[in-house]
């Protein structure tokens, strides 16, 4: 089956460590996402990407790297820049074409303590 | 972006209609409707999308008002399993940012046996 796999589940790292979040998609699509959820919020977009080797920061690209040199995977660098880390990181992926759906991974909560 | 307002909670019964309602009176004429739902610890799931006329499929239907200023999501037959928070974002296919969604804190729908 098609689908976006972010690994692990769960995550737990030290203050002061860069962490990297895991995103692959076997869907062929284009447009790639990373979002942000804290408890009881919406989500907000940190860096996405259209196409291979290019990507743009979000909302909320402070403290956060990405890399796009695959077409079906798209990591996220959580760096010791980042002030407050601890959140629920989902990933998203789209084919690109107008109104085509997000396709979403079930996330990575990670602690930092 | 254009915003949009939801009820922070709503409540149905089992097997009884769900109409969700979402009030996007800034919206722009080129900006899309769309639903999406996320159940508890997982990424949010595409549910529907219209522009101007009322839409259908296998999950929901789409009511949108004549002049676009508000939308409602119907559940026909409320499961337990519809229990989520339900987010309405516009989405403007012809920005340059194709594809950036706005998530708000969307309505959280509790479903009663």
């Known amino acids: 089956d098609g689908g976006i796999t972010q690994s692990p589940k769960y995550l737990f790292r030290k203050e002061g460590q860069n962490v990297t979040l895991s995103c692959e998609q076997n869907l062929n699509h284009d447009a790639m996402y990373w979002y942000r959820q804290d408890p009881g919020q919406g989500l907000r977009l940190i860096y996405y990407?259209?196409?291979?080797?290019?990507?743009q920061k979000g909302d909320i690209a402070e403290g956060y790297s990405v890399s796009r040199e695959k077409k079906e995977s798209f990591p996220l660098t959580v760096t010791s820049a980042q002030k407050n880390p601890t959140a629920f990181y989902l990933c998203?992926?789209?084919?690109?074409?107008?109104?085509?759906?997000?396709?979403f991974g079930n996330g990575t909560r990670l602690t930092v303590t | 972006d254009a915003k949009t307002t939801q009820p922070n909670s709503m409540e149905s019964n089992e097997e009884e209609p769900v109409h969700l309602p979402c009030n996007h009176s800034?919206?722009?004429?080129?900006?899309?409707i769309h639903w999406y739902r996320q159940l508890p610890s997982q990424g949010p799931e595409y549910v529907i999308h219209?522009?101007?006329s009322n839409v259908n499929n296998r999950m929901a239907s789409l009511a949108i008002a004549e002049d676009r200023k508000s939308s409602t999501l119907i559940l026909h037959r409320a499961t337990l399993r519809d229990a989520a928070v339900y987010y309405c974002?516009?989405?403007?296919?012809?920005?340059?940012?194709?594809?950036?969604?706005?998530f708000g804190q969307g309505t959280t729908l509790q479903v009663k046996p």
């Open positions: 998203a992926s789209e084919r690109g074409l107008p109104n085509s759906p997000l396709h």
């Open positions: 219209g522009l101007t």
């Open positions: 990407s259209q196409i291979v080797n290019d990507f």
């Open positions: 974002i516009l989405r403007d296919e012809i920005s340059s940012n194709t594809g950036k969604l706005i």
């Open positions: 800034t919206i722009s004429g080129t900006d899309y």
